[in-house]
């Protein structure tokens, strides 16, 4: 966390954060509601996941992410309100 | 007249892909071609023997891409009309995992159409598949789709 401003009042913003394939199963449930600082990208999202489960490092350059199901690069500020997901390759067809 | 894409077919499926009914869909007295492509489930993969197959996606993107692939299409290959339909859930052998249906007045816009949406949904639409083998299960291998304006580029994992 950031200091704390002089007002004492940390902006916050909610997301909604989609697992899909191997990093579902690591992360125990497809979907959570995440509370961030405003002001917090893609890549510092990805972090607290990793803070939480160390092993989700060993997939961030094997994952892409999208913000409301657009693909996203990892400097993507977020707002609060977004639907975001990491994906492992893909391999549908 | 190219037909707008409101008239292509663009389906996510829990059942058995119905494949007639999407080469109906495309089909009209203005085309001279239908292709179509079958993707199926293979006994093997790289030597183990596949059992079977799970398919899950990030359904509201995968259809959003399909949607983009069809438009796709549209614009680059003079073509008529286009059903794509990919089966999500558990597939065993040899059954159809995606069919897509391109139409067009002429053959070679239509094959080249129907390989450009193959080989761009393999790449870009979110949907995984897990392969169950007799001794375990493991996510296959798969493509990263490309991300727009970061600094790294990469291409798939491993």
């Not at chain 2, 996510?12 to 199926?40: E, M, N, P, Y």
């Not at chain 2, 949907?127 to 490309?146: Q, R, S, T």
Request: include cysteine; charge should be negative.
């Amino acid at each position: 966390m950031p200091s704390a401003t002089p007002s004492n009042v940390t902006a916050s913003i909610r997301v909604k954060v989609l697992f899909f394939g191997r990093l579902k199963e690591i992360a125990g449930g497809a979907e959570e509601i995440v509370e961030l600082t405003s002001g917090s990208r893609i890549e510092e999202l990805f972090a607290t996941f990793v803070a939480r489960q160390p092993e989700f490092a060993s997939y961030r350059r094997s994952v892409v992410a999208s913000r409301n199901q657009e693909f996203a690069a990892w400097s993507t500020p977020l707002d609060s309100g977004d639907e975001i997901a990491f994906l492992p390759p893909v391999s549908g067809g | 007249m190219p037909t707008a894409a409101s008239a292509d077919l663009i389906l996510l499926v829990q059942k058995t892909i119905d494949a007639d009914a999407l080469v109906r869909h495309v089909r009209t007295g203005a085309d001279g071609a239908i292709v179509t492509f079958d993707g199926c489930v293979r006994n093997q993969s790289h030597g183990r023997r596949t059992l079977y197959l799970e398919y899950e996606a990030y359904e509201s993107m995968a259809l959003a891409k399909m949607h983009e692939i069809a438009a796709d299409v549209h614009a680059k290959f003079p073509i008529d009309r286009v059903a794509i339909a990919h089966r999500l859930g558990r597939l065993e052998i040899g059954e159809t995992s995606v069919y897509i249906a391109i139409s067009a007045p002429h053959r070679a816009a239509a094959f080249e159409a129907c390989r450009f949406a193959i080989d761009t949904l393999k790449r870009s639409v979110p949907i995984w598949k897990k392969e169950y083998f007799e001794d375990g299960a493991v996510w296959a291998d798969g493509e990263l789709p490309p991300i727009p304006q970061d600094t790294q580029t990469r291409k798939s994992a491993s």
